[in-house]
């Protein structure tokens, strides 16, 4: 199986910019109804994920001191990024399903590391249940 055939392309995904504001990061995130999406620069280049957990902590920093709307605006979500490590979309379906086990999606980048598309756990999934009565060794798994 090839990557490209589970792959949800870029303009099919909800993304945000590195140097977007939290605020502008939470209205994306609350308007596309997502929990976590990739984030690449200006570039196009994937840099990371970002989620509704970080967003979460940055508005309660330790202090607890709560963020105001002024300083959502002042931050970007470059400064709560965490690391989603992103596939080759030449990678081999066993290298994408070791890194599916940990996140719900992984983004896909090209040779140049510009972000290409995700692919989603539930994609596999339902790739997996097709494929279970046609071949041998998944019926063994699934």
Known sequence: M?????LTPKHRVAYLYDDNT?????EKLRHHGRSAVPVINRKGQYVGTVSEGDFL???LPDEGDACSMKELERLHVRDILRENPSVRIT????ELLDTI????????VDDLNSFIGIV???DIIRCL?????T???LRKIV
Do not use: C, D
């Open 101 to 108: 086990v940990r996140h719900n999606f992984v983004p896909v």
């Open 22 to 26: 939290m605020r502008q990061g939470l």
């Open 91 to 94: 990678a081999s379906v066993g």
């Open 129 to 133: 249940a097709e494929e279970k009565e």
């Open 2 to 6: 090839n990557i490209a055939y589970l």
């Open 57 to 59: 902590w940055r508005l």
């Open 120 to 122: 989603t756990r539930q």
């Open 135 to 137: 071949t041998p060794i």
